[in-house]
């Protein structure tokens, strides 16, 4: 069963995460399918605008810390591993889901097609930085973003530590980073993580308006600009950015701070952390 469902209205390609149970937190099998429908997607040329949403309610969670606790399913750790014994640690196992979404990330700011993130509920820790990671980013008012790595010790990755300095500036980035607000839509707006909010109950509506509106437009021309913008904004720095998080992230998640945020994470509980 794949929790990431994908389909075609015209020439609009929609990516559907949809693991309600777990409010779309990522493990191995579900990064690997979503990477499968990015790419599928973007270099499909008769689809000209790409979606990536959530289901009503929730758009992502970031990956699946339940899974990376259980120390994961040993079926779905070979993608890295080859035919090598799959190291212990949680780094590894972040390390096995962070490849794909990696990958999938990168592969959404090349595409040559406008690509929206579309949110509708909770954006938080890796779902943050996946929608960021949308040319256009639209939400519903009951939408919330929060940077939350920092509840478990973890640092920012999915483009997180990328996009954020650039979206919304330096303090704000470090304010996001070190104090965890929980934004609601307005203030997604006017921090600049966002560039238009929609009715809740209007949100599926106006959020075809516009995908159906960059579909028709001169896809040429909104991929040379896009490709030209983003190296103006050194986003064409991006792949050699996400190597350094996922580094940075897989050796502080072996690290003791870690352990106590995931015990205390699942236990409810205030993190002891140590700063280590």
Not at 111 to 137: C, E, F, H, N, S
Not at 219 to 236: G, P, V
């Amino acid at each position: 069963m794949s929790f990431v469902l994908v389909h075609r209205d015209g020439a609009v390609g929609v990516i559907t995460l949809d693991r309600r149970e777990r409010f779309n937190a990522l493990d191995v099998k579900m990064a690997e399918d979503l990477r499968a429908a990015a790419l599928k997607l973007a270099r499909d040329p008769a689809v000209r605008c790409l979606v990536l949403r959530g289901y009503p309610g929730v758009f992502c969670s970031g990956a699946d810390l339940k899974y990376i606790r259980g120390g994961g399913e040993e079926e779905e750790l070979h993608f890295l591993a080859e035919s090598r014994p799959v190291p212990g640690g949680h780094g590894e196992r972040f390390k096995q889901i962070l490849e794909y979404l990696h990958s999938t990330i990168s592969e959404m700011k090349r595409a040559a097609k406008p690509v929206v993130t579309a949110v509708d509920g909770v954006a938080a820790a890796g779902g943050l930085g996946l929608a960021m990671a949308g040319d256009l980013v639209v939400c519903s008012e009951r939408s919330t973003f929060e940077w939350a790595y920092g509840k478990t010790a973890l640092t920012g990755a999915e483009s997180s530590t990328f996009f954020l300095p650039r979206l919304v500036g330096l303090r704000r980035a470090l304010e996001l980073a070190f104090l965890n607000p929980r934004l609601d839509a307005k203030a997604a707006l006017a921090f600049g993580l966002v560039t238009r909010v929609f009715e809740t109950a209007r949100f599926d509506e106006e959020l075809a308006a516009l995908a159906r509106r960059l579909s028709e437009g001169p896809t040429r021309s909104f991929s040379i600009t896009k490709r030209l913008l983003h190296e103006a904004a050194t986003a064409d720095r991006l792949d050699a950015h996400l190597d350094r998080e996922l580094d940075e992230l897989v050796r502080i998640a072996d690290g003791p701070d870690f352990a106590e945020g995931l015990a205390a994470f699942f236990e409810k509980r205030s993190p002891r952390f140590e700063g280590k």
